[in-house]
Nanobody
């Protein structure tokens, strides 16, 4: 199982910024994407941002133009720069890595709490 080490999270005021990182280790296959998802209680994961190893990024509609994801393939690490944060961005953010073979597999970090409040 892939090990994911997350950093970031905490309390920030509305309009502020925050940076997350997530490093993957113990990988035996090829990474397809890394990124972050939210998960509200009782609901499925919701996309925040993911990035392919080639650099193509995808964003959830609510964070486009405010969040930027980047990667360092040599370190198997991704970064999420969160700007213009809003109270509705308050959530637990889970790092995700999707890799193969033999089949596409998802592993998840333990999650980091982000609270946007004055």
């Amino acid at each position: 199982q892939v090990q994911l080490v997350e950093s970031g999270g905490g309390l920030v005021q509305p309009g502020g910024s925050m940076r997350h990182s997530c490093a993957a280790s113990e990988i035996t296959g090829n990474i397809h994407t890394m990124g972050w998802y939210l998960q509200a209680p009782g609901k499925q994961h919701e996309l925040v941002a993911t990035i392919r190893t080639g650099g193509t990024a995808s964003y959830g509609d609510s964070v486009k133009c405010r969040f930027t994801i980047s990667n360092d393939n040599a370190q198997n690490t991704v970064y999420l720069q969160m700007n213009s944060l809003k109270p509705e961005n308050t959530a637990v953010y889970y790092c995700n890595v999707r890799y193969y073979p033999p089949r596409m597999t998802d592993d998840w970090g333990q999650g980091t709490q982000v609270t946007v409040s004055s």
